[in-house]
């Protein structure tokens, strides 16, 4: 009789079903998962054993986990090896943009990865104060004239070297622009205010606030002002046809990209010397052989 007891419970254990009940003495020390009942005038205690826990796959780690888009996620969470410092920058309010003119949102790019130069071929023989009333006059004829949904550029520079917010969406983000048809996307406009086709014509503070903005922005995205890039135009009323690639200098002139001469004949000729000082900006090592095309 005994050992056909032991055997069913043997039976009951090896089912994972607990037994009917469990005495045991009451006790000043607790082991791991029995609980011991002293009370006055209680000498034992009926525990019900809980029956034994279902032995499932741990969860994974999370740094384990699958995310839907890796590369996507590294880009987030890259710090830029040769960051710039972000300039001073006017912001729109301050000019006095009217935001009821824009009839769009804006629009975005994933980053920036090339730079073309421009200018408003507007005359050099303004006052600096008076460059807010200028990009107002530029702004309401993008948008009226042009209807355009914004200012073409997404920065202006004076020759003061002051630089003012262009295109609205945030000064710190891709905001795709409209100053360089076939070559919008993933680039940014940098308009310099005046004419500067003659010899002379560009001041160097112009220039140096030029190099600030660019390498600034170029630095979000670890990209180099002294290289290259490739871009594929998307409209044939540019120098390419649509869906051709091109080669660019990273900061490339509006005329390499569409049949202008701007941003002036003494403006390019700077092109190479506002490349040199992004990088500086940037703290990369100077190059000991540079490829130049403008």
């Not at 000019?95 to 200018?119: C, M, N, Q």
């Not at 202006?156 to 076939?182: L, N, Q, W």
């Amino acid at each position: 009789m005994g050992s056909h007891r032991a055997a069913k419970h043997a039976r009951r254990r090896a089912a994972g079903r607990p037994s009917r009940t469990t005495r045991v003495w009451a006790t000043a020390a607790a082991t791991a998962g029995v609980v011991a009942v002293a009370a006055l005038g209680v000498h034992s205690a009926i525990i019900h054993t809980d029956p034994p826990a279902v032995h499932a796959r741990p969860a994974p780690s999370p740094q384990l986990m699958p995310f839907p888009d890796l590369a996507a996620r590294a880009r987030l969470q890259r710090v830029p090896l040769y960051p710039a410092h972000e300039p001073a920058i006017v912001p729109r309010k301050s000019w006095g943009a009217d935001e009821s003119l824009r009839t769009e949102p804006p629009h975005y790019s994933t980053t920036v990865k090339a730079v073309f130069l421009h200018h408003t071929d507007s005359g050099n023989d303004y006052r600096c104060k008076d460059v807010p009333q200028i990009i107002q006059d530029i702004y309401s004829g993008h948008i009226q004239s042009r209807h355009w949904d914004d200012v073409a550029y997404n920065f202006f520079v004076d020759k003061c070297g002051t630089i003012y917010e262009g295109r609205a969406g945030g000064s710190d983000r891709p905001v795709t622009g409209a100053h360089s048809i076939g070559f919008n996307k993933d680039t940014m406009g940098i308009a310099a205010i005046g004419t500067y086709d003659a010899k002379g014509s560009v001041p160097q503070a112009m220039a140096e606030s030029i190099a600030r903005i660019a390498a600034w922005k170029l630095g979000l995205s670890d990209i180099d002002p002294r290289g290259e890039v490739g871009l594929v135009s998307s409209s044939s009323k540019s120098r390419f046809k649509k869906g051709q690639r091109a080669e660019f200098h990273v900061i490339a002139g509006h005329r390499d990209a569409y049949m202008t001469d701007c941003p002036g004949k003494e403006l390019y000729a700077k092109l190479p010397e506002i490349r040199t000082e992004a990088a500086r900006l940037q703290g990369r090592p100077p190059l000991h052989t540079a490829k130049s095309k403008g």
